[in-house]
């Protein structure tokens, strides 16, 4: 950022429906009359991730798209296979339809940051918020994500870094809500000028987020025209979300797990397992490994959940400093699976 | 979780719990003690009716100044160009602190540049167009990276130590050490300063309201007497803001310059780069003990981080006997802000040590912790603490060390602490006016401990009227000079000034009353508002009383060094219980109770200094699980330099916390409270984990991954253990 991006001025668009959303989004505030060069609008959902960005000095846009000022009732709408992008994650974890549904949603969404900020936080921005590397957020290191030519996490600071995913940049991903839908098959709706509001483009969660060796600057795979208009999750009675946190609150966890199951008609056996862990890779992280291993134990014989369980750490490369997230790993998986069975 | 249950004890240990007291205001050797008054300013606190520093504008709009700082830990400056700054819209002026291009900086967050402006985003426009570059050099980032020479140690001391390590039965040889803790005030530091030619107004946050303004007379030019220094509320000192600091110097000396008013105040990551800190520690203990449980002494050799402050990193852990000891002390250079006095310096981050050394040496003897104190307590007044707060806490359900099954272990520690009572000249005033409105006033200040709400129950009650008849006033060089807050030392030499300016307040008005009256003056007293003759009879009410004044009373109230009938005599002394929940497969260390007790002589109101014991826990417990200024060991940056990664200690963190308040029944006066609640705690958790998990974690911040490494030495085969 130079000084002339922190004098210039920020235009904020209020579009009413999507399709005026789309529009801006694809051809900024003024139609057509942009000056050549100027970057796409920014989107703002609640906007606590842009303004955290905005007061470090790591990004002064000069167009902002807001999205609370859409009219359309769906962005709110909750419900026990969707939830409106604009829902905010007080709203998720209050939601019986959601908590019934699937718990590791409603329990995902309760224990992200603090009581102020999940009242306005919402479900889009949630999934999209950047990472919380310390040298990312520090202006003066220019890391590879910011387009600089290297990595300070490596011969750094690094025990809040990831374990798994092989850099180069190694961040965790810091959404408690994609981990938690991970386990769910959702899909997240999102819309364009070019896509129409009326179909939205279904986005697998697999498929959203993407590694630091495919992408560096971004962390998911959505257009800068696009825009999320809500999430799609199928039901997952006997699902959990398990987190491990040095503060309780105002943080984020050192490890996540969420776990989903899928019982057999006995109520004891495992038919099918997905199972997810966060802050431990640059994208939510599933793990097979662990989810064949659970197929078809009985939840009951604690020491094969456990032995399962302890496949969580199976290619783990721990940074200089952050080894002890594989003793916790398992753990968070394995009291996940606890809470999963209820 | 919200505190249960708190109160005032003797020694006995009954609990004198708030409800079962008739009245407000008692008095003990003529001192006040109110149990019942809550702090008067609290709703325009968290209202925003307070202003703070921050918030006051001295008159028309001011300039706003701000500081570029060195990113890295050191590094040269290579350019930068104070004209670029000067060309962007609204910057009015631009200049180096200190030398130009070519500069070598020492720290993260050191200043090289001010720029002023007319707002703060050409503030912050101009700043970043200074285009500074830097050359990066490699530096030291902590004590250890610095390798500090071992202390030279004399023939004779080395043969007193092994002398001492001889004599005993088993050896703790343990290395200790302690982070950074920033003050991390909510309200940052700085100020806004109007130079006005003949005078001066100036708005600061400080904790010494007359200190800050003497510091600023020369960068001002002019006598201090013509600067008029307001600081109605401070968010927070902690002994960082004792005088103007580089932000009220800077202010003064632009305002001067552009004869306007300049809003200086920090950033919060300037906060944590610059403005001072509690220094790190490395201590490193080797002690022998008997199996009796005599300590037979050995060495107690420590090092201070201070970053590049020339000093300040001393230990301070000289409370129990621990037989001849050899004590050495060095402070560490290394690319990092210096340190400033922070609650109870020294003394949180030396008591650490000293309580988990304690619990060592009490495992390899196999005898209970609590008894080892009593052994070596030197305090007999501070050990009668010691079974009230055992029992408070459990202590008898406490388990040896590492015995329980379970991935969740629970564990017990205590610490102890002391304060001294520092006396420093202090006036007060109490104005009574014609309406019946009182004033009580003195130029101290409060940065949260409760002042006004202090001063306004010592004058009441000395005066004899209700709390709401007086407006108790701080924070404003218009009323006598009272102490600066550090050293906890704004109670213990605010209520005796007081006290002398409400008794002589009121032996004005009832002259004035005896000779309207034709009245005995000897005979009158002021009895719940009323004037009442010997006999009890009511003269006049209050108003009607001071309507017979012909002007308002002004009495003042002062005491100087050396006038022990005024003050408290002796320490502050305290002793805390911890109980704690450690996760042993996590490594996650939960708080779950803490019981304060805490003796400060007479307690004038009891709430604000449950309060101040309150607060004290609550930083010990941040500072024991959480606090850490961080720098990044390739370039000496502080990578949290914010409050999202710079972890402080939340709401959900909180344990039940029982402050009790021990009254001495020798005691003669008040003693302070603002530090020693803070000194024991981090020692006293530290004891719980070790406790809990069977092998210490013998560095702050108790982190899930230093906890998780004693659970793995715990778990490995080893020699005796209690
Ligand atoms: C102290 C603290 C602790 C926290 N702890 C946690 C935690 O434990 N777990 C956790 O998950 N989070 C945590 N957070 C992060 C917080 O939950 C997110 O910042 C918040 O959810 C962002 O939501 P928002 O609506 O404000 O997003 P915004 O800031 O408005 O947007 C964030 C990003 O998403 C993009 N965006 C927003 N909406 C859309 C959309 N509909 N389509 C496409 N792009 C969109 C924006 O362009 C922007 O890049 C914490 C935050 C703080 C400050
Ligand atoms: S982990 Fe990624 S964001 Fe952090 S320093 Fe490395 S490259 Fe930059």
């Known amino acids: 950022m130079s000084h002339s991006d922190l004098l210039m001025k920020t235009e904020m668009a209020m579009p009413r429906t999507l399709k005026q959303a789309c529009e801006v989004q694809s051809n ?167 896509q129409g509001t009326e179909e939205p483009r279904r986005v697998p969660m697999h498929q959203l987020f993407c590694l630091p060796e495919d992408r560096l600057k971004s962390e998911h795979t959505l257009g800068p025209d696009e825009i999320a208009v809500g999430i799609s999750y199928r039901a997952a009675p006997h699902s959990a979300h398990y987190e491990v946190r040095e503060k309780q609150s105002f943080d984020w966890p050192l490890v996540m797990a969420s776990v989903a199951l899928d019982m057999r008609d006995d109520g004891r056996t495992i038919a099918a397992a997905r199972v997810c862990a966060g802050g431990v890779a640059p994208i939510p992280w599933r793990m097979p490994q662990v989810e064949r291993a659970l197929a078809g134990i009985n939840v009951k014989d604690t020491q094969r959940v456990r032995q399962a369980c302890d496949l969580a750490i199976r290619g783990a490369q721990p940074m200089s400093n952050n080894a002890y997230k594989l003793r916790i790993l398992p753990v968070a998986v394995s009291r996940a699976v606890r809470l999963a069975v209820g | 979780m919200a505190r249960t249950s708190s109160g005032i004890q003797n020694q006995s240990g009954d609990l004198d719990v708030t409800h079962d007291l008739p009245t407000s205001n008692r008095t003990y050797n003529n001192v006040t003690m109110d149990d019942v008054t809550s702090r008067v300013d609290a709703v325009a606190k968290v209202t925003g009716r307070a202003k703070y520093g921050i918030d006051q504008i001295a008159g028309p709009t001011p ?66 167009a200074l285009g500074l570059t830097w050359d990066r050099r490699d530096c030291d980032h902590d004590i250890e990276s610095a390798q500090p020479e071992p202390p030279a140690l004399s023939e004779e001391q080395v043969e007193a130590i092994n002398n001492a390590l001889e004599n005993a039965d088993f050896v703790v040889d343990a290395v200790y050490s302690t982070a950074v803790q920033t003050h991390s005030c909510l309200e940052s530091h700085g100020a806004t300063v109007h130079h006005q030619g003949e005078r001066a107004v100036v708005y600061g946050s400080t904790q010494s309201n007359y200190g800050f303004r003497d510091g600023l007379g020369s960068a001002l030019g002019l006598p201090v007497g013509s600067i008029d220094m307001h600081c109605e509320y401070v968010g927070g000192g902690f002994g960082s803001k004792l005088g103007p600091g580089k932000e009220g110097v800077y202010a003064a000396r632009m305002s001067k310059q552009f004869g306007k008013p300049v809003w200086l105040f920090c950033d919060r990551d300037e906060e944590h780069l610059d403005t001072g800190n509690r220094p790190s520690s490395r201590q490193h203990y080797k002690l022998g003990i008997k199996t009796d449980g005599t300590v037979t002494g050995g060495h107690i050799l420590t090092c201070g981080g201070v970053g590049v402050g020339g000093g300040g990193g001393g230990v301070c852990g000289h409370r129990y006997n621990f037989g001849s000891v050899i004590r050495k002390h060095v402070d560490v250079s290394f690319s990092g802000g210096g340190p400033k006095a922070m609650r109870a310096p020294g003394h949180p981050q030396g008591m650490f040590a000293v309580e988990l050394a304690m619990d060592e040496l009490a495992a390899v003897a196999g005898i209970d912790p609590l008894e080892l104190r009593r052994m070596h307590d030197p305090s007999a007044f501070r050990k009668g603490m010691y079974a009230r707060g055992a029992e408070l806490i459990g202590w008898s359900n406490r388990k040896p060390n590492g015995s329980q099954a379970g991935p969740i272990k629970v564990g ?90 409400a008794t002589e307040a009121k032996k004005q008005l009832l002259a004035r009353v005896a000779e309207q009256q034709q009245l005995d003056a000897d005979d009158l007293a002021i009895v719940d508002g009323n ?140 003693r302070g409270l603002g530090e020693p609640p803070t000194i024991p705690t981090s020692g006293a958790i530290a004891c719980a984990v070790f ?29 005796g253990d209690a």
């Open chain 2, 531 to 670: 004037v009442v003759n010997g006999s009890g009879k009511a003269i006049a009410n209050w108003r009607q009383a001071c309507a017979m004044l012909t002007g308002p009373i002004t009495a003042p109230g002062s005491v100087g060094r050396s006038d022990p009938t005024l003050r408290g005599q002796g320490n502050s002394e305290g002793v805390q219980f911890v109980k704690v929940a450690v996760d042993c497969e996590t490594g996650v260390v939960r708080v779950l109770d803490i019981v304060a007790i805490h003796a400060c002589g007479i307690p004038v109101c009891r709430k604000t200094a449950e309060s101040q014991i309150i607060g004290g826990v609550i930083q010990g417990i941040s500072f024991a699980l959480f606090e850490n200024k961080l720098l990044d060991r390739q370039t000496g940056a502080m990578v949290n330099a914010n409050f999202e990664q710079y972890k402080i200690a939340g709401a959900d963190d909180m344990p039940r916390i029982t402050p009790i308040i021990w009254v001495d029944p020798d005691a003669t006066g008040t």
């Open chain 1, 28 to 194: 900024g505030l003024h139609d057509k009359n942009d000056i050549p060069g100027m970057p796409l609008p920014v989107l703002k959902a609640a906007g606590i991730d842009l303004m955290d960005h905005w007061k470090e000095g790591l990004t002064a846009p000069g167009q902002v798209s807001n999205l609370l000022a859409l009219r359309d009732p769906s962005l709110h709408r909750l419900s026990a296979d969707s939830i409106g992008a604009l829902c905010t994650l007080s709203a998720i974890a209050d939601s019986t339809a959601v908590r019934k549904s699937a718990p590791v949603i409603a329990q995902a969404a309760e224990s992200t940051a603090t009581p102020q900020i999940r009242n306005v936080a919402t479900a889009g921005g949630n999934l999209f918020q950047r990472p919380r590397c310390w040298y990312y957020r520090a202006h003066q290191f220019d890391c590879l994500k910011k387009g600089g030519h290297m990595c300070f996490a490596v011969e750094g600071e690094n025990r809040y870094h990831a374990v798994f995913g092989n850099g180069p940049c190694h961040i965790v991903h810091p959404s408690n809500l994609a981990n938690a839908l991970s386990v769910c098959q959702a899909e997240v709706l999102v819309v364009s000028s070019a």
């Open chain 2, 412 to 501: 017990y520690g205590m610490g102890i602490c002391d304060w001294g009572n520092f006396k420093v000249p202090a006036q007060a005033e109490v104005v009574i006016h014609r309406d019946g409105s009182v004033e009580a006033r003195s130029g101290t200040q409060d940065m949260g401990q409760g002042q006004r709400t202090v001063m306004g129950v010592v004058a009441a009650h000395h005066l004899g009227v209700p709390l709401s008849v007086v407006q108790a006033k701080v924070g404003s060089t218009e009323y006598p000079p009272g102490p600066a807050s550090g050293g906890s030392m704004t109670t213990t030499n605010t209520e005796p000034a007081m006290r002398v300016a």
């Open chain 2, 691 to 719: 406790n809990a998990i069977g092998a210490p974690v013998r560095s702050s911040p108790i982190t899930p991954d230093r906890v998780l490494q004693a659970v793995t030495d715990a778990q490995a085969p080893k020699g």
């Open chain 2, 63 to 128: 300039l706003v100044a701000g500081f570029a700082r060195c990113p890295w830990g050191k590094a040269e400056l290579t350019g930068g160009s104070l004209e670029a700054a000067m060309n962007i819209p609204g910057v009015v002026h631009a200049e180096w602190t200190g030398e130009d291009i070519g500069r070598e900086c020492q720290y993260h967050g050191q200043p090289v540049a001010v720029v002023v402006a007319e707002s703060v985003s050409a503030m912050r426009a101009g700043r970043l």
